[in-house]
DNA sequence: CTTGACACAGAACAGGCGTTCGGTTATTAT
DNA sequence: ATAATAACCGAACGCCTGTTCTGTGTCAAG
């Protein structure tokens, strides 16, 4: 029989473990068993499934809990982190009305077809991720938030807000979805635009404004190359 | 004895067993056994966990692999969503240079303290995600790329691109970094804004441009309050 | 009161699974 | 050539673990 005794460092079998813990792990959500990897991987002896898995371990590429089934898991690789599915409620765009929202409603993103999975990670630190919907920008509207087109922005339901945070509005004077960062002023409400080199829009207080949600995130995928 | 018979839905004890499973998947990265859901959550016997597994599954709240050891996994739930963790590697800012990368070399993404965890299923379709980075943008000076001060962008390496893609080059003629979609044209390049507002920048093919890699994602947080 | 569904407990069984040990072959150093 | 070592194999041992079966106390309906 050949062997191929590699200088340092991982060998095929090393890596064709490592490979088949990996994708094991992704599909069934549990480690596979030593024989499992055994059968997969052509090794026919347990115990050289055992002596390989050692020198992973001792790499520091695996991590296992002896004694218990199942206990190998891949250092650093995926898995427990912790992500949101958070479910996509349809666009916005500047002329139509924004989705009315019950902040005290869980909207199901369990078997949500269409969502956007976020690592908790992503999110601002203090945001619990509850309650959370994704929108799509359709349009060049939001160009003066600094949103293009095709744009995924995380909203949180609100109907209030302070100063500083980006807000969506409704503007029945306009009869226009917007999204700005909102400032309260002593008679009037500054909208002032993510982009620094455009002007705020001022509406007095008196005037019907409606705060919709707050921005939580944005998101831009470079999918398709521009087409001018 | 006392038993509360709860009249529909998840009663004490189901809650239990949930809670307990997410938690110990999350700590050890492998689903608990019979017993151990047993001992943690006050069940003396295997079969009563058994029994409200069981239960579990029916509600469809867990799915099970029988006769298959920690076979337990909590649907929907975290976990199974293929995460990446993609290494921040710096700063990204107008007057910087870009940094040099091989895109021959994976940077190391195990155990790298700063990253950004992103789901698969959030890159762009057709990217499988080897060797991309992570820069942050400081300062307005890609205001004109429709990315702001504190922005994510996460990059592939490349050193040439196709139309329309957005890249980053580096201009030595102005001695500057910036994000533009790319064009090539008859004896020049188009460096084309992605805000449509603005004009585009364009450089001789006789002088010299680097690209050093194309925009995959732009990630904004609305972390903190604007402060305007 | 009886019956049946429900929520448990405990024990036993069988196969799953990690571990260990004895033995073999190939590679490398002496 | 010989010894040491690394890379295997197969089998056996014994705990781990899911499953099943019997039994018990509670509660509500008939």
Redesign the pocket.
């Known amino acids: 029989?050949?062997?191929v005794?590699?200088s340092k460092g991982l060998?095929e079998?090393h890596q064709k473990i490592l490979d088949f813990v990996l994708a094991y792990q992704r599909e069934n959500r549990y480690p596979p068993?030593?024989?499992?990897i055994g059968e997969k991987t052509g090794?026919?002896?347990?115990?050289?499934v055992?002596?390989y898995l050692d020198q992973l371990e001792k790499m520091g590429k695996i991590e296992?809990d002896?004694?218990?089934?199942?206990?190998?898991r891949v250092s650093g690789a995926n898995s427990s982190v912790d992500t949101l599915r958070i479910p996509m409620l349809g666009p916005i765009a500047a002329g139509i009305p924004l989705l009315e929202l019950d902040p005290n409603v869980t909207y199901l993103t369990d078997n949500e077809s269409n969502a956007v999975e976020i690592a908790r990670s992503l999110l601002p630190s203090k945001e619990n991720g509850d309650n959370l919907y994704a929108l799509e920008v359709k349009g060049d509207s939001m160009i003066d938030a600094m949103i293009n087109n095709g744009d995924i922005v995380v909203m949180k339901p609100a109907s209030e807000a302070r100063n500083g945070e980006m807000v969506a509005v409704w503007l029945p004077r306009d009869n226009e979805a917007t999204l700005k960062y909102f400032f309260k002023e002593k008679d009037r409400f500054r909208l002032q635009p993510a982009n620094p080199t455009m002007k705020p829009i001022f509406v007095k207080k008196s005037e019907p404004l409606e705060i919709k949600g707050k921005v939580v995130m944005v998101i831009r995928k470079m999918d398709k190359p521009l087409a001018i």
């Open positions: 029989m050949m062997m005794r590699k060998g079998r068993s030593i024989r499992e090794i026919t002896s347990t115990s050289v055992n002596y296992r002896r004694r218990i089934s199942r206990g190998v």
